[in-house]
């Protein structure tokens, strides 16, 4: 199969999992015809969780963060795997981030799980 240049990160990666993974292996197909949906580069990082493969997970969804800043999904999950790969401390940066830009764009139930997921690691703003 041919990689683009964009997608070598994707490609190269998928030599390394069990290409039983069927899901895993559709998205990573869509993504060559449509590598600028924000949905595709989140559903191949929820993948990755699921083969526990946090790494590969947060590299792709700080990627989408920087390409698509405006993407308010990513901040969350995002936060959550630096919890579980114990960088905390990232995850409370990318927790109030993402609350900044739900508020910008008046999703409040965004907000508010943002906020509860900073509550939890006793961390109370505004």
């Given amino acids: 199969m041919h990689c683009s240049s964009r997608q070598k990160h994707y490609c190269g990666n998928r030599k390394k999992i069990n290409m039983?993974?069927?899901?895993?292996?559709?998205?990573?197909?869509?993504?060559?015809?449509?590598?600028?949906?924000?949905?595709?580069?989140?559903?191949?990082?929820?993948?990755?969780?699921?083969?526990?493969?946090?790494?590969?997970?947060?590299?792709?969804l700080e990627r989408l963060i920087i390409e698509q800043p405006d993407y308010l999904p990513a901040y969350f999950k995002t936060g959550q795997l630096h919890e579980v790969v114990g960088n905390r401390e990232l995850a409370?940066?990318?927790?109030?981030?993402?609350?900044?830009?739900?508020?910008?764009?008046?999703?409040f139930k965004t907000e508010g799980e943002l906020s509860e997921a900073l509550m939890l690691l006793d961390v109370f703003d505004e």
């Fill in 20 to 60: 039983t993974n069927t899901r895993l292996d559709q998205i990573l197909k869509m993504l060559e015809t449509h590598p600028n949906d924000p949905f595709l580069h989140y559903a191949s990082a929820l993948e990755y969780e699921k083969l526990e493969q946090y790494e590969q997970a947060i590299a792709i």
């Fill in 92 to 107: 409370i940066e990318l927790y109030q981030e993402g609350k900044r830009l739900a508020r910008i764009q008046k999703d």
